[in-house]
Each structure stands twice: as structure tokens, then as C-alpha cells.
């Protein structure tokens, strides 16, 4: 157990639905980052909050996806009118990030698989 | 992100030592070399990392050639449990986003 948790663990729904997942990071990081993996596949970078600023989106993040971390604690990543190649393991990691260079790892949590049927 | 090589599958007996190559020949002055390893059903879990120096810690130890373009990641001593793929990863320690870029990595099987 990594100290990030991530809720549901699984998730089915129709195609055409919305759904949301949680992520509670490690309670002192600073960072935030949602990735998706597809089986046989590493990970894919979605999306990354600095406490409750969204720095960053992949390309992969479309306009159906949305991710937001309300006072920069938990963290929450919605899907609407989900399409089947939406199926993945969705995984939050955390990271605190210091002042200055560097190179910090990350923290990942047990992931919430969705299947779109 | 610089690209790293890895590859795909390696066998190693129990309890013995396992060398992991990667090979990151277009490797910048400023990119961290991580490892990460991914359990099966499992988030991926930080194994090590290291800048140019060897780097030991009580998973693994990370061994980096002297130009950097490749590096060894070594299990001492291999159990069931260290079963997982593994991911080479570089990360520019002076650009903030530390986003991982994972490749398929290498799927590391132990033999009893």
C-alpha cells in the first residue's frame, strides 16, 4: 500500500455514460497525475495538478474527460458519454515537489478499472 | 522525453541476480534515469533512480555507464515477487513536469 487510494476499484457502465473516479493522493503532495493504461501497454500521462492548479493536459484528454482538485487534496476525473475505447485502468499517482531542480518519484495508487460495455 | 530501449522479456532463476538493461543513447545533461516496476493488477510501483552516480537503496541497485547512454538495473537476488514488467524511464530534473513516459518495458519472469 502506497498511501494513494483510488475509488471504485472497478467500474462498468454503458456506453453513453457519464462516470467519476476518486483519487485521494498521499496527504503532503504537493502534485497530482492521472495516467490511463490499456492492456499490454505502459501507462499514458492524462493530466497533472500542482495543488489545485491543472498544468498540464495530454492530448489524449479529450473534451468528454475532466479532472479537477478542489483545494488541492483529492482528486477527481470524470468521463461523460463514455465510448468504448474509454475501457482502460485509470491510475493516479502522487509526488511532493520541492523548490529547485531535481527529480522526485512518483507514488501510484491500485488504479480504477472501467469497462464500457 | 528522451526514448530509452528495453527489452521486451527476461527470464532469471530464483534467488539469483538479475541485470536489467536500458539504453538511452540521445540521454540529456539534466535527465533523471528512474525505474519503475508494475506487479501484476497492480499500480506501477518507484523502484530507484540516479543522475550519473551508481545509486543503491534496499529494492535495487542502479548502475550507469560513464556516458550515461545506458544503464543496469540489478536485483540482487531475485524472488517470486519480483515477477513485474519493468519501465525505464528518463526525467528532465530542470523542467518541472514530471510527467512519466512509459514504454512497454521489460516483463521479467522468475523461475522457481
Known amino acids: 500500500d502506497t498511501g494513494v487510494s483510488q475509488n471504485p476499484r472497478h467500474k462498468i457502465t454503458k456506453r453513453g455514460q457519464n462516470v467519476t473516479f476518486r483519487c485521494d493522493p498521499i496527504s503532503e503532495h504537493n502534485r497530482l497525475y492521472w495516467y490511463r493504461q490499456t492492456l499490454g501497454q505502459g501507462p499514458e500521462f492524462l493530466t497533472y495538478?500542482?495543488?489545485?492548479?491543472?498544468?498540464?493536459k495530454s492530448r489524449l484528454l479529450s473534451d468528454r474527460f475532466s479532472a479537477e482538485r478542489p483545494k488541492g487534496s483529492f482528486s477527481t476525473l470524470e468521463i461523460q458519454r463514455t465510448e468504448q475505447g474509454d475501457s482502460a485502468m485509470y491510475l493516479c499517482a502522487s509526488s511532493l515537489r520541492g523548490a529547485g531542480s531535481g527529480s522526485y518519484e512518483q507514488y501510484f495508487g491500485p488504479g480504477t478499472r472501467l469497462t464500457v460495455t | 522525453d528522451a526514448k530509452t530501449t528495453q527489452p521486451n522479456s527476461m527470464e532469471s532463476n530464483e534467488e539469483e541476480p538479475v541485470h536489467l538493461p536500458c539504453n538511452h543513447s540521445t540521454i540529456s545533461g539534466t535527465d533523471y534515469i528512474h525505474w519503475y516496476r508494475q506487479l501484476p493488477s497492480q499500480g506501477p510501483e518507484y523502484v530507484i533512480h540516479?543522475?550519473?552516480s551508481n545509486v543503491n537503496n534496499r529494492m535495487a541497485s542502479l548502475a550507469i555507464a560513464e556516458d550515461r547512454k545506458s544503464s543496469t538495473l540489478i536485483l540482487h537476488r531475485a524472488t517470486l515477487r519480483d515477477a513485474a514488467v519493468y519501465y525505464c524511464i528518463l526525467r528532465d530534473g530542470d523542467f518541472g513536469n514530471e510527467k512519466l513516459t512509459f514504454g512497454t518495458g521489460t516483463r521479467l519472469t522468475i523461475i522457481p
Open positions: 540516479g543522475l550519473t
Open positions: 495538478f500542482q495543488n489545485e492548479a491543472q498544468l498540464e
